[in-house]
């Protein structure tokens, strides 16, 4: 059993001051593997009091003494990539092929994040004036449960990159993983108050970051109705926001694709991290034309795949986080069936074999666009196969949606997959490839977010241009 009894304040480990517990669990077996007690509004003040005193030192840094830390920061992270690994299997479920990508993502992208700094020009010339870029101030980074310790580590080693302070809320769902990041980020020696670690609920925390007038920037990973309550409550101090949010993103395959080539790149894409990925292309377009070939092919491939056990090699979805997510999931399968979709395989229910566990299985509909189940985001390993007419309706579905995020083209023909791709309303359309460019810069069109992660783009989001002319 895992007992978590401390935050993360002015270089410190401290004892919150809430006195409330929240159990963790195996999603794999259901079972409480520990209990984190939940910092409160108290422990938000002091953090956010730490990272204010810290900022106009840090701010003053120089380019060379922010690396110098970073670096520390880096070796420090990786060296924890088993014991990471562990608790993403342990804690969030993911399979091993995908836990292994989620325990070496954190220091990878310290690298990333240092990478861009050192390319990163401060000062610039626009005609007789210098433009002077300047951190914004303190931070809050608010981070989720689907990849906690990179997301914890992407948001903050870009804050600091920018020369700003932080205060971090991550997921209470996954303090296992937040507290080998924190003893990591400890023994980098970073600069007491640069960062703070709070780990509590987003309605205590998350609320006192939103509204706090010494927080000066939100950098936000979550659901679209959150991201929306914290615009509103940022309004009030006029706070600079980043919000990563939601999809439903398109996978469009085009008539002359190769659909051996074709299918598995969207499943990949539909199933990546159990279906618990914002990014995951849930609804494939196919043309008429090759529906009932596609049909047939994709029946036989998703009833292939295994979702279990996440320490079977052989398993590719795991389960989902919670009882609670589980439960949504099997909501929106029920309501696929109530709409009239087709299922085409996977149901309701567990995978055979599996009493308990939050296991779904990998299942797929045959619907049309107006359907709740491929309008709104479900989380969870569900995709929704959409015929369309032609090239130009294929465009039209793929952009009828109130996301924006990401979207993926599989053609024969490349020059015509850019084509399409340069149709998609969507920050990342993909042609061809699930690959990813990390200093290309990451978020949404529409209610997908706001504002761009990654690169010199998610240094430029915690800085503020300032312009100086001289007689």
């Not at 690959?435 to 992660?453: I, M």
Request: aromatic share 8%; net charge negative.
């Amino acid at each position: 059993m895992h007992y978590l009894d401390k935050i993360y304040i002015n270089g410190e480990f401290v004892t919150p001051d809430g006195d409330e517990y929240f159990e963790l669990y195996n999603p794999a077996t259901e079972e409480v593997i520990g209990k984190v007690r939940l910092a409160n509004d108290v422990d938000a003040q002091r953090a956010i009091s730490a990272a204010k005193a810290a900022f106009g030192k840090w701010s003053k840094t120089s380019k060379a003494e922010r690396i110098t830390v970073l670096q520390r920061m880096y070796s420090s992270v990786a060296a924890r990539e088993e014991e990471l690994l562990e608790a993403i299997i342990t804690e969030y479920g993911a399979p091993q092929s995908r836990s292994r990508w989620m325990a070496k993502y954190p220091a990878d992208v310290i690298a990333q994040a240092i990478e861009a700094l050192e390319n990163f020009e401060f000062i610039e010339q626009a005609g007789e004036a210098q433009i002077i870029m300047t951190p914004v101030g303190v931070a809050g980074l608010i981070t989720p449960w689907n990849s906690d310790a990179g997301f914890i580590c992407n948001k903050l080693a870009t804050a600091m990159a920018a020369g700003c302070t932080a205060v971090i809320k991550p997921s209470e769902m996954s303090a296992i993983q937040t507290q080998i990041v924190m003893e990591a980020l400890h023994e980098a020696q970073v600069p007491a108050g640069v960062f703070n670690i709070i780990t509590g609920r987003g309605e205590v925390v998350g609320d006192v970051i939103n509204h706090h007038p010494d927080i000066a920037k939100i950098s936000f990973t979550g659901s679209t109705a959150v991201g929306k309550h914290i615009v509103e409550r940022g309004a009030q101090s006029l706070k600079r926001i980043t919000l990563e949010l939601g999809g439903k993103s398109p996978t469009l395959i085009l008539e002359d694709a190769d659909l051996t080539q074709a299918i598995p790149l969207a499943l990949q894409a539909g199933f990546i991290n159990s279906g618990q990925a914002c990014i995951a292309g849930t609804r494939i377009l196919v043309p008429h034309s090759r529906l009932e070939e596609f049909r047939q092919m994709i029946t036989v491939a998703v009833n292939k795949i295994q979702s279990g056990n996440p320490r079977d090699p052989d398993t590719e979805i795991g389960p989902m986080v919670s009882n609670r997510q589980w439960k949504r999931v099997q909501d929106y399968i029920r309501l696929g069936l109530s709409e009239g979709a087709i299922l085409l395989a996977g149901g309701e229910g567990r995978p055979e074999g599996y009493t308990q566990g939050w296991y779904v299985k990998p299942t797929i509909f045959l619907g049309n666009n107006q359907m709740r189940i491929a309008q709104e985001e479900i989380f969870g390993p569900v995709l929704m196969v959409i015929p369309y007419e032609n090239e130009a309706d294929a465009i039209a579905i793929a952009n009828d949606t109130a996301y924006g995020l990401s979207a993926l083209v599989l053609s024969g023909d490349r020059a015509r997959g850019v084509e399409v791709a340069r149709h998609i309303d969507a920050g990342r359309v993909l042609v061809n490839t699930l690959a990813h460019e990390p200093k290309a810069p990451f978020g949404g069109f529409k209610q997908s977010g706001l504002g761009r992660e990654m690169g010199k783009w998610g240094i430029q989001t915690y800085l503020e241009p300032k312009t100086l002319m001289v007689g």
